[in-house]
């Protein structure tokens, strides 16, 4: 869900005007080299904001520089557009990878210089993430994606196939021991990056990919005969068919149906881990499981990342901070223990999950997943393809359905 909404704000920040918000940004003059004096302001969501303030002061010392973390509560990514439009940004963002379209489309970030060691001590899909335009345009710190979380008590055995989930959770309906099959968000107006992975399994694709590995805006799959196929397979699914998905499950109560037992199944990612756990209930995480005969389920990959304000006043001392405290193990620790989004970088990882096998089966479960497309053009996606995912569901028919999401897509981004 957090990324899905990330998408739909970078679309917000593409018609943002120049009015000023947020807060005032250091007034002090950018410093050349660290230890110079000066001062960095880090815009962050509230979680991370309380996790960062006790251990930016000690980076701060070794610095020189004063470091202050404010909290944005809502909308950060649009408001630091703003605010970047004014001329008045901070000199550090933290956020989503899949917001680096939009952000470099308005010009309101530079680039990181990071050395090839430092890069190679990341994950390299983390890498690949913040990569745009050939270049490093953030420090990621966590990756993310979506599992199956499974009830080893109602469901001992992992299903091999969507179709044996399916088959499981029939049984365990009809024997009362549930009332849901799958506990996945469809919603009334669709989830586009929950369906993904059924969507990929069925033979869907949202873009092209061009020779460098990078997507095509120009070739959009949604309303073209893989698009379809894949609906079809998924409407099998809805309310018309066998009921696993349905539009009465969406964010407000996906997950109790889980924790509750009222669920076996439930697709959902590493942000769910602590209430699950919270629950009581034996747990496995797994790689979400494709149709029968389809391809592999993929799942999007995001990453969080730390970005450099191209019109921050201290650019040179926020550049030094991304790159040599942001690359240290230490601060990423402090951001896992405040939300266990497994880190980027491998080291952290390693530390991690030492102590918390979980944010290692979230990993695994990401493996060969779709890096979430960060191109601007995807945000004219989300609406689309959430609307027809849904209205599938209910059972409506595919193939007008997709062409007209398809069609929707693609004049949009024309």
Same mark, same amino acid.
């Given at each position: 869900?957090?990324?899905?909404?990330?998408?739909?704000?970078?679309?917000? #920040?593409?018609?943002l005007a120049g009015a000023g918000c947020g807060s005032d940004s250091p007034s002090a003059e950018p410093s050349a080299t660290a230890g110079a004096g000066g001062s960095l302001m880090i815009w962050?969501?509230?979680?991370?904001?309380a996790a960062l303030k006790p251990l930016v002061a000690k980076f701060g010392q070794e610095l020189g520089v004063t470091i202050e973390v404010q909290a944005v509560s809502e909308d950060l990514m649009?408001?630091?557009?703003?605010? @970047?439009?004014?001329?008045?940004?901070?000199?550090?963002?933290? #956020?989503?990878?899949?917001?680096?379209?939009?952000?470099?489309?308005?010009?309101?970030?530079?680039?990181?210089?990071?050395?090839?060691?430092?890069?190679? *001590?990341?994950?390299?899909?983390?890498?690949?993430?913040?990569? !745009?335009? #050939?270049?490093?345009?953030?420090?990621?710190?966590?990756?993310?994606?979506?599992?199956?979380?499974?009830? %080893?008590?109602?469901?001992?055995?992992?299903?091999?196939?969507?179709?044996?989930?399916?088959?499981?959770?029939?049984?365990?309906?009809?024997? +009362? $021991?549930? %009332?849901?099959?799958?506990?996945?968000?469809?919603?009334?107006?669709?989830?586009?990056?929950?369906?993904?992975?059924?969507?990929?399994?069925?033979?869907?694709?949202?873009?092209?990919?061009?020779?460098? #590995?990078?997507?095509?805006?120009?070739?959009?799959?949604? +309303?073209?005969?893989?698009?379809?196929?894949? !609906?079809?397979?998924?409407? $099998?699914?809805?309310?018309?068919?066998?009921?696993?998905?349905?539009?009465? /499950?969406?964010?407000?109560?996906?997950?109790?149906?889980? %924790?509750?037992?009222?669920?076996?199944?439930?697709?959902?990612?590493?942000?769910?881990?602590?209430?699950?756990?919270?629950? +009581?209930?034996?747990?496995?995480?797994?790689?979400?499981?494709?149709?029968?005969?389809?391809?592999?389920?993929?799942?999007?990959?995001?990453?969080?990342?730390?970005?450099?304000?191209?019109?921050?006043?201290?650019? *040179? /001392?926020?550049?030094?901070?991304?790159?040599?405290?942001? %690359?240290?193990?230490?601060?990423?620790?402090?951001?896992?223990?405040?939300?266990?989004?497994?880190?980027?970088?491998?080291?952290?990882?390693?530390?991690?999950? *030492?102590?918390?096998?979980?944010? *290692?089966? /979230?990993?695994?479960? +990401?493996?060969?997943?779709?890096?979430?497309?960060? /191109?601007?053009?995807?945000?004219?996606?989300?609406?689309?393809?959430?609307?027809?995912?849904?209205?599938?569901?209910?059972?409506?028919?595919?193939?007008? =359905?997709? =062409?007209?999401?398809?069609? @929707?897509? $693609?004049?949009?981004?024309?």
């Amino acid at each position: 869900m957090r990324i899905r909404t990330a998408g739909v704000v970078a679309a917000m #920040g593409l018609a943002l005007a120049g009015a000023g918000c947020g807060s005032d940004s250091p007034s002090a003059e950018p410093s050349a080299t660290a230890g110079a004096g000066g001062s960095l302001m880090i815009w962050a969501d509230d979680k991370r904001t309380a996790a960062l303030k006790p251990l930016v002061a000690k980076f701060g010392q070794e610095l020189g520089v004063t470091i202050e973390v404010q909290a944005v509560s809502e909308d950060l990514m649009p408001k630091f557009v703003t605010a @970047s439009q004014a001329g008045n940004p901070p000199d550090i963002m933290i #956020g989503a990878h899949d917001w680096i379209g939009n952000l470099v489309q308005n010009g309101t970030i530079d680039p990181i210089q990071l050395t090839e060691a430092q890069r190679g *001590a990341f994950a390299e899909i983390a890498i690949r993430g913040v990569t !745009f335009n #050939g270049q490093i345009q953030g420090v990621p710190y966590a990756v993310e994606n979506l599992a199956l979380f499974r009830n %080893t008590e109602l469901a001992p055995k992992t299903p091999a196939t969507l179709e044996e989930l399916v088959a499981t959770g029939k049984q365990l309906k009809q024997s +009362g $021991k549930a %009332t849901e099959i799958l506990s996945m968000p469809v919603g009334q107006v669709g989830d586009a990056y929950h369906m993904y992975p059924l969507y990929t399994s069925g033979g869907g694709y949202l873009f092209g990919t061009k020779p460098d #590995g990078g997507y095509d805006p120009k070739d959009v799959g949604v +309303g073209n005969p893989a698009s379809i196929a894949a !609906f079809e397979k998924i409407r $099998k699914l809805g309310e018309k068919g066998d009921g696993a998905l349905k539009r009465s /499950i969406g964010h407000e109560n996906a997950l109790s149906l889980f %924790t509750g037992k009222k669920a076996p199944f439930m697709i959902s990612g590493p942000w769910s881990i602590g209430d699950v756990k919270k629950a +009581g209930i034996s747990y496995e995480i797994e790689p979400i499981p494709g149709f029968a005969g389809g391809k592999p389920a993929q799942p999007f990959v995001g990453v969080q990342a730390f970005y450099v304000a191209s019109k921050g006043k201290n650019k *040179a /001392i926020a550049q030094e901070f991304v790159a040599n405290y942001v %690359t240290k193990p230490e601060l990423a620790k402090v951001l896992y223990d405040a939300e266990p989004r497994p880190p980027a970088l491998t080291a952290a990882f390693d530390q991690v999950k *030492a102590t918390d096998p979980d944010v *290692a089966k /979230i990993m695994d479960a +990401g493996r060969g997943g779709a890096i979430m497309p960060a /191109i601007p053009e995807m945000a004219n996606v989300w609406d689309p393809f959430g609307k027809a995912s849904a209205a599938i569901v209910g059972g409506a028919a595919v193939p007008s =359905t997709v =062409t007209a999401a398809g069609k @929707s897509i $693609k004049d949009k981004i024309k």
